[in-house]
């Protein structure tokens, strides 16, 4: 069973109530009350789901290794029991950023955005977990799936982290976002 591969189940089943869902670009999603997450290539049936987003963990492709042990210093780890919060931010690219070299993506990200940068201000307050959905296909209807878990007292640093984000360079190549908010408690 890969540990790599996360299925994201939105239906009438699941660990996390679905508390609301915002479209800030593109097409709307389906209604969902729950959110199940599965690992593996084994995606459980639900047969009033939805919607399934699939996305795998994968190396850190805009992070040099200064970042990166930073960011390893600081996460915090998912599953925490006070982390009764959680989100999924659903992205999707557009076309012109795709057409950029892993460089140019790179300095965007990196050096005109400081993405990681602003990042690493609102940790060790939340737990987050990227899924690469293109690497599975292209077709998928996302490129990432961000996970996120934090304690109820954290959500406006949360959403202060979210707003930061949203005014970089970087955004302006977003063509799909949606933002699914959850609340951990027994189906």
């Known amino acids: 069973m890969s540990t790599r591969l996360f299925s994201f189940i939105g239906g009438n089943t699941g660990l996390w109530r679905v508390a609301g869902m915002k479209v800030l670009a593109g097409e709307p999603l389906p209604a969902a009350r729950r959110l199940a997450i599965a690992t593996g290539s084994e995606i459980p049936s639900d047969s009033h789901a939805a919607w399934v987003f699939r996305g ?3 190396n850190e492709r805009y992070t040099v290794r200064e970042e990166r042990s930073q960011i390893v210093a600081k996460l915090l780890g998912l599953g925490r029991p006070e982390a009764t919060y959680g989100a999924l931010i659903a992205i999707r690219k557009n076309e012109a950023w795709w057409a950029l070299t892993q460089d140019e993506r790179l300095s965007i990200f990196k050096d005109q955005s400081h993405h990681t940068k602003i990042g690493l201000q609102y940790f060790p307050t939340l737990a987050r977990r990227l899924h690469h959905c293109r690497d599975l296909s292209e077709h998928e209807p996302f490129d990432f799936l961000t996970w996120f878990e934090y304690e ?5 640093a949360f959403n202060k982290l979210l707003t930061e984000l949203r005014a970089i360079e ?3 190549y977003v063509e799909r976002e949606v933002d699914i908010r959850l609340v951990r408690e027994d189906a």
């Open 170 to 172: 970087e955004w302006k």
């Open 56 to 58: 795998i963990t994968s």
């Open 152 to 156: 109820p007292a954290q959500e406006a």
